[in-house]
């Protein structure tokens, strides 16, 4: 697989990043895999070129972290490897055990690398932004993780891009580290970052990863456990445009003798906004499956295609706790 | 009418602030108003309380900036009022007569006080984001403008929050002048705002003057000679949804016994996030309705039902040429 820098970092990464949501424990999410099922999956990715894992400590509780980390170093050895982990969402029920306080990120940082077995992380992430934390605080003990050696690089995670560029802005005002790293949810169904995030980080060269290319699942056509068990699946896509992306999607597939969820990636990856797409699997055929759609290249028409049909829709994140279809049927009003 | 204080700065403006792209002359625009006409129109808003005036050197290619600054000042002393007026714009087929270098900034602010008649403005702003100059040669630029006692306060207008943040953060980390302002479109049909400025300009106590709060005449019902020939009225509005939100100000207009300007009006002075709604006129009349819309407050059940009508739809600024419709229940409609 093609290695490429990252952003105006000096850091070389796989084309691909591999995200390891779904690896860790079966007790946290009925569609998360365990440490035997999860080896063979993290070793494919290995023979295939990946060197990016992203993790978090939220993921399993920790376990994924646990995993991921011991399973890859018993295989290849640590250096080898780009791994990012995050915090933010709470660890327990412990006030100080989330967000982005100084207190918590220290601990945080600690707790992940003591379960990855590694003296380091290549990229420590920000889940999201916390409201509740005066960005200095965040910003100085981000620097002082960089500066202990715990933490290579900085990124960030699903937020307000005014509220990115505000934490860079500080950090840069001080003297800190700032991010090299934007991980945002991109694909052909959820394009708002489009708007206001790409643009600011091609601008600042800030490497930009990107989650759910498949939508959770939508662009593939899913029905596996995940897609009916996550409340996420639902509620975050399939209105009617939603939809009939997916039709253009299966029609293009058709025509290319491919599979929807390959042209669904290839279509991220055509993308020059996005350094790293980051994919997920809970199969060593779906690695295979996400890694073949790098051959595939759509044409300037297919993609033309694809461009055109998407309109604006609702945020995702936390702060948008219910994202609306484009448009609801309601009581309608008499026309004027 | 009642005086509020501009953001966290120390400068007071009235509630409302007079736009006055509509003034100026007609050979620039079918719709915009010639001096005679002009006249009357700002002095029942002096009248009425306004004191902060919004003009920009491309309106009426710098007739507004002459017209509306030389009636104001015949009827009230200069101090008196808080002017603002805007550069970005093409003022002449010269290369440098546009955008934001530091060429055509300290010109067209000499410019403008020439034609306006007075030592200084309250406000200068950037009509919009020039992504062909560095920011730093703009904010210096504006700061020497500032420093030299031309303006007194900066302002921007309808951009990307990156953008406008990425300027001010530029002139603080060089000790420059920030802004205290921005200027940018919002209404019951256009609220694209809510998800990065306002949550920004909040934050950092910048202060939001709002233009278009009528959607140019959709939220009014307009059928006036800008509706038919301003390409802006049919291209950027009108939608099933934008015509679904008309008949909800219709109707609650119509149990209010008002109009549906008064309504939209009352709708956005009634948003927190708004310092100064900016409103025009092209009647005497007129000026006095949108002072009127100032005493209609809306319960919170109505502000409720129309905000919750709202769908996102395309940005509206010059790099999103051809904003299209929403996509409404699975077809695309015009």
Avoid at chain 2, 211 to 240: E, I, V
Wanted: aromatic content about 10%; proline content about 4%.
């Amino acid at each position: 697989m093609e290695i490429i820098k990252f952003g105006r970092t000096g850091l070389k990464v796989s084309k691909l990043c591999f995200g390891t949501m779904t690896i860790g424990s079966s007790e946290w999410k009925p569609w998360v895999l365990d440490a035997a099922a999860a080896k063979p999956l993290l070793k494919r990715c290995l023979d295939l070129g990946i060197t990016f894992f992203d993790t978090a400590n939220w993921y399993s509780t920790g376990e994924s972290e646990r995993v991921v980390a011991s399973t890859l170093a018993s295989m290849v050895p640590r250096d080898r490897l780009v791994l990012a982990t995050k915090a933010y969402y709470p660890m327990s029920d412990d006030p100080n055990d989330q967000g982005l306080s100084r207190k918590h990120l220290l601990s945080s940082v600690e707790a992940s690398l003591r379960r990855m077995g590694t003296d380091y992380v290549d990229l420590f992430v920000m889940h999201a932004f916390d409201p509740y934390t005066p960005i200095e605080e965040t910003m100085e003990a981000l620097h002082d993780i960089v500066k202990s050696g715990k933490a290579c690089y900085l990124g960030a995670s699903t937020m307000f891009a005014w509220q990115f560029e505000r934490m860079n802005h500080v950090a840069r005002q001080n003297g800190w580290t700032s991010f090299v790293n934007m991980q945002c949810q991109y694909n052909l169904l959820y394009r708002e970052e489009e708007r206001e995030m790409l643009p600011y980080c091609r601008d600042q060269g800030i490497a930009v990863t990107c989650f759910s290319p498949l939508a959770r699942g939508w662009l593939s056509g899913s029905k596996k456990i995940r897609s009916q068990t996550d409340a996420s699946f639902s509620l975050f896509h399939g209105d009617a445009l939603d939809r009939e992306i997916c039709a253009a999607v299966e029609t293009i597939a058709a025509e290319r003798g491919a599979t929807t969820a390959e042209v669904a990636l290839a279509w991220v990856y055509s993308r020059k906004t996005i350094c790293c797409p980051i994919i997920g699997a809970s199969s060593v055929r779906q690695i295979e499956d996400n890694i073949r759609a790098l051959d595939l290249e759509l044409t300037a028409d297919e993609i033309g295609l694809l461009d055109q049909l998407y309109r604006p829709r609702d945020v995702i994140n936390d702060h948008v706790p219910e994202p609306m279809p484009r448009y609801l049927q309601r009581q309608t009003c008499k026309e004027s | 009418m009642e005086t509020v204080s501009f953001g966290q700065t120390g400068l007071k403006v009235s509630k409302l602030c007079f736009g006055t792209m509509t003034l100026g002359s007609s050979e620039w625009k079918p719709w915009a108003l010639d001096e005679a006409e002009s006249r009357p129109i700002l002095k029942r808003a002096l009248d009425l309380g306004f004191t902060f005036f919004d003009m920009a050197d491309w309106y009426s290619a710098g007739i507004g900036e002459r017209i509306v600054t030389t009636a104001l000042t015949s009827m009230v002393p200069r101090d008196r009022l808080v002017l603002t007026t805007k550069a970005y714009y093409a003022t002449s087929d010269d290369p440098n007569a546009q955008g934001l270098s530091r060429k055509h900034l300290l010109s067209s602010i000499d410019a403008s006080l020439s034609r306006m008649g007075t030592d200084y403005v309250d406000i200068f702003m950037v009509h919009a984001f020039d992504p062909d100059t560095p920011i730093e040669e703009t904010m210096e630029a504006l700061h020497d403008i500032v420093k030299s006692g031309k303006a007194r306060y900066l302002g921007a207008s309808t951009m990307f929050a990156w953008q406008f943040a990425r300027m001010n953060h530029v002139a603080r980390e060089n000790g420059w002048t920030p802004f205290v302002n921005m200027q940018c479109q919002y209404n019951l049909l256009y609220r694209e705002n809510e998800r990065e400025m306002l949550p920004y300009c909040g934050d950092q106590g910048i202060a939001v003057s709002c233009f278009s709060p009528l959607a140019r005449g959709w939220l009014a019902g307009s059928k006036g000679t800008r509706s038919q020939t301003d390409w802006m009225f049919g291209n950027n509005y009108g939608d099933a949804l934008d015509r679904e939100i008309c008949a909800m100000v219709k109707s609650i207009a119509a149990e209010h016994g008002t109009t549906m300007a008064e309504v939209a009006l009352a709708w956005v002075i009634a948003k927190k996030a708004i310092c100064c709604p900016i409103i025009g006129a092209d009647s005497p009349s007129q000026v006095e309705t949108n002072v009127k819309a100032l005493d209609l407050e809306l319960e919170a059940e109505e502000i409720e039902t129309l905000d919750s009508l709202y769908r996102p739809r395309d940005v509206i600024n010059d790099h999103v040429p051809d904003p299209m419709p929403r996509h409404l229940g699975g077809v695309l409609t015009d």
